[in-house]
């Protein structure tokens, strides 16, 4: 079955960059994405990316796209302590309506 | 526009009870699904509706049921509650041909004591 791996745990200083990495198992997977989510709150939609790109920009994000390996990552430029959450890397299988997420890495910005 | 909402926020109920909890998805939005997120994991599929259909399900049992309105609003029903279904419960909506951007309420909160 479909399988999401992420790391748990991440600490950066602010102004750095952050970069948050997924592995995903799904090979027929059509979108991948990153959320977020703030203590006692919902998921935020952050970004995603259709499988036929390998690099997707928005503003502070970058998203790459490794196929061949399964491998997704999140990278946020000039990280702020607003930053400090829980992401999400989720991906959606061909021919599926659900969402598989990984089990979410902490990120902690420090000052 | 207005977001994804959810009712109760929070809710206690005891083994063996049944539970609804309600979602009202995002303006236009006429796809609904349903997430359990247990403390420290990912959310887990439960369901889809469409068109007031289930339209693919999870690995949750039967007991897990649910239904959506002619407004596109759901309602996620859960019998005879056992400890571990204790979890945020997450609704997510997104619109038919664009179901690729799903949209998450806040969630209710369900504790089984």
């Known amino acids: 079955g479909e399988d999401v791996e992420q790391s748990l745990f991440l600490s950066v200083r602010e102004g750095d960059s952050s970069v948050i990495n997924c592995t995903y198992t799904d090979s027929s997977s059509t979108y991948l994405y990153w959320y977020k989510q703030e203590p006692g709150a919902g998921l935020q939609l952050l970004t995603y990316?259709?499988?036929?790109?390998d690099m997707k920009q928005d503003q502070r994000l970058t998203v790459l796209l490794n196929k061949k390996d399964k491998h997704l990552s999140l990278r946020i430029a000039d990280t702020q302590t607003g930053d400090s959450a829980i992401y999400f890397c989720?991906?959606?299988?061909?021919?599926?309506?659900?969402?598989?997420f990984g089990t979410g890495t902490q990120l902690k910005v420090e000052l | 526009e207005t977001g994804v909402t959810q009712s109760p926020t929070h809710l206690i109920k005891t083994r063996g009870q049944q539970v609804t909890l309600r979602c009202s998805s995002q303006?236009?939005?006429?796809?609904v699904s349903w997430y359990q997120q247990a403390l420290g994991q990912g959310p887990q599929f439960i369901f889809q509706y469409y068109r007031e259909e289930e339209n693919g399900r999870g690995n949750f049992p039967p007991r897990f049921s649910g239904l959506q309105f002619p407004n596109y609003s759901s309602e996620l029903n859960v019998n005879a509650l056992e400890l571990d279904d204790s979890a945020l419960y997450l609704c997510?909506?997104?619109?038919?041909?664009?179901?690729?951007?799903?949209?998450f309420g806040p969630g209710t909160r369900l504790t089984v004591t």
């Open positions: 990316i259709f499988s036929n790109m």
């Open positions: 997510a909506s997104s619109l038919q041909g664009r179901s690729y951007e799903q949209y």
């Open positions: 303006s236009g939005h006429n796809t």
């Open positions: 989720a991906e959606r299988g061909g021919g599926g309506n659900k969402l598989t």
